[in-house]
């Protein structure tokens, strides 16, 4: 009898363990668990300097020690992946030749096939992909990281460099059972002069069991055509890991506000792990869907955070664009019918049969209203129509691009916003062409002061935003008080123009914008 009762304990403490272990990973169906980790990198106090692999190994490993743990925490919290960010193991701020001890040998070409934690002996310098692996194998979770990594090319080669190898700043995905499935090197490189571009854009990506494909990119990457957007059409991607390394500009590219607003834009999710070096500008990484988030930005305290989330996978035959739109128009002609409003109505609503492009003779006899100013937003040359009482509607335009917005303060309060528009190539610190109209909270009450970054604001204000844009490639911004997100009622194309609507923000409006990107006037 005793003995019965104890393998009866036995079992229902066996079947107990099992239970806790097994409802750890219980989700619901169609869904996923993903963690990402926003790091704070155990830098080289003097990265310029000649150092031996021997340190290189011993400064990347107190990083991976970290990783490690995170690792341990997040499969736990029954994560299925985990991703890290750009730059977390070495650092940054290296030249070529210091940077070579930090740099891992990765093979590029694979299949899969090589398992670094089980094969250790296949290849040299290989130590820090072999603990990354081993991780993800303890584990039994996918795990992305970034690396340098290095590949020896003959200087007979056209592109070999003087030192006879390529360096390439690196991402590798690790299956759950610690095979490196891909690897992706960055190339939209961000002032890195350790690293060379390679040759032709990677289009990465890896396969996974509970979500399909996920593609992979790099930091700076979000802004360009290639790879990205290309990957993501080509291969009709729907999850996307990124790790990078962001300094937050205000008030259109702070992290945590573009990374939404390219999971809304091109209906992915993203799960995107920032280093975390305040002093730096550097915080901001999350848990993406197209119509919710989970984030992090904190610009006041160190240490890392690790985000848990679970998340429904979006399928890749979705027809979520076709879809949405058919929505945005049902919600958009109850809108109209119940709006007093008139200018939105006539030339965005109902009139589908215009032509495009053509304006209206109303439209037509209305001027750009002064005062109308100019003052440099993120270094472009903006110019900017002020938001005056208490409701309004303004137009400003510049260069081909007019943007247009029907405004009503919930409550007047002593704060400036301004409307600003920016049509032409933008030069500093990189070089694209960008198509702007926002609506952004100024530093102070003067007009110069407009296009500065702010962090805190009060105003509650319904709007309706938009504007022809020449693009369709249009990311729509929603960035609240203390760099918190919303999401726009009602956004997509009538009449060629795009359009972003909102009632009713749950925290003060610091910006809502219209960031529209020409891949092709770059
Ligand atoms: C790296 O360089 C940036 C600017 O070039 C500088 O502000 C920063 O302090 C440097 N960081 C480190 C860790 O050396
Ligand atoms: C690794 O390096 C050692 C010493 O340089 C060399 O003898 C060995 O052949 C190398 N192994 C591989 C797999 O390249
Ligand atoms: C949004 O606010 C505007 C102005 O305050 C109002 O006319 C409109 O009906 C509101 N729309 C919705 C969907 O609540
Ligand atoms: C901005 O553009 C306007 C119009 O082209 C020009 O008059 C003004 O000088 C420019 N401002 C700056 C700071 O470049
Ligand atoms: C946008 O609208 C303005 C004003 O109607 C017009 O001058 C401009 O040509 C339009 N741009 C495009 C690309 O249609």
């Given at each position: 009898m005793a003995f019965t009762m104890?393998?009866?304990?036995?079992?229902?403490?066996?079947?107990?363990?099992?239970?806790?272990?097994?409802?750890?990973r219980v989700r619901r169906e169609g869904h996923y668990v993903a963690a990402v980790y926003e790091h704070e990198s155990i830098l080289s106090p003097n990265p310029a300097a000649p150092v031996e692999r021997r340190a290189a190994l011993e400064l990347m490993g107190r990083n991976l020690d970290i990783y490690e743990q995170q690792v341990l925490a997040a499969a736990r919290q029954g994560a299925q992946i985990i991703v890290f960010p750009e730059d977390g193991i070495h650092g940054f701020n290296f030249t070529r030749s210091s940077i070579y001890p930090y740099l891992d040998f990765v093979p590029h070409s694979h299949s899969g096939k090589w398992n670094p934690c089980r094969e250790s002996h296949l290849y040299n310098d290989t130590e820090v992909v072999q603990r990354?692996?081993?991780?993800?194998?303890?584990?039994?979770?996918?795990l992305v990281a970034n690396l340098g990594s290095k590949q020896p090319c003959e200087r007979s080669e056209p592109r070999c460099p003087s030192d006879g190898r390529f360096q390439f700043n690196t991402n590798v995905a690790f299956g759950a059972d610690g095979a490196l499935l891909a690897t992706y090197r960055k190339h939209n490189l961000y002032f890195e002069y350790a690293f060379d571009t390679p040759a032709e854009p990677d289009y990465a990506f890896f396969d996974t069991p509970f979500a399909g494909k996920f593609g992979m990119f790099t930091c700076f990457d979000i802004l360009f055509f290639e790879p990205a957007v290309s990957l993501i059409t080509q291969y009709n991607l729907k999850q996307i890991v990124y790790p990078t390394a962001w300094m937050n500009q205000l008030p259109l590219l702070s992290a945590v506000e573009f990374q939404q607003a390219f999971s809304t834009a091109f209906n992915v999710n993203i799960l995107a792990a920032n280093i975390h070096h305040p002093t730096l500008g550097m915080t901001g990484s999350g848990i993406y869907t197209p119509v919710k988030s989970f984030i992090y930005h904190n610009m006041e305290s160190y240490g890392g955070k690790l985000i848990v989330a679970e998340i429904p996978v979006i399928a890749a035959d979705y027809k979520t664009n076709l879809e949405s739109n058919e929505r945005f128009r049902v919600?958009?002609?109850?809108?109209?019918?119940?709006?007093?409003?008139?200018?939105?109505?006539?030339?965005?609503?109902?009139?589908?049969?215009?032509?495009?492009?053509?304006?209206?003779?109303k439209e037509k006899g209305k001027e750009q209203s002064p005062p109308f100013f100019y003052a440099e937003m993120m270094y472009d040359n903006f110019t900017f129509v002020p938001l005056w009482g208490e409701k309004g509607e303004l137009q400003v335009c510049a260069n081909s691009l007019c943007c247009y917005l029907n405004y009503q303060r919930a409550v007047l309060t002593d704060e400036l916003y301004a409307l600003g528009v920016f049509d032409g190539l933008h030069t500093v610190h990189g070089t694209y062409y960008v198509q702007a109209c926002a609506l952004v909270k100024c530093g102070g009450l003067s007009f110069s002061t407009c296009g500065q970054e702010v962090t805190d604001a009060t105003a509650l204000i319904d709007f309706q935003l938009w504007a022809n844009m020449s693009t369709p490639y249009i990311f729509p911004l929603l960035l609240t008080s203390g760099i918190t997100l919303d999401f726009a009622d009602h956004m997509g194309w009538k009449n060629n123009h795009y359009f972003l609507s909102k009632n009713r923000t749950s925290a003060g409006l610091l910006t809502a914008a219209l960031y529209g990107r020409w891949y092709e006037k770059d």
């Open positions: 104890m393998a009866l304990c036995w079992k229902l403490l066996i079947c107990f363990l099992f239970y806790q272990v097994v409802s750890g990354l692996s081993c991780m993800a194998l303890k584990n039994k979770i996918f919600n958009l002609h109850d809108s109209c019918r119940t709006s007093t409003s008139t200018s939105l109505d006539d030339e965005v609503c109902f009139k589908e049969q215009e032509t495009p492009g053509r304006v209206s003779e």
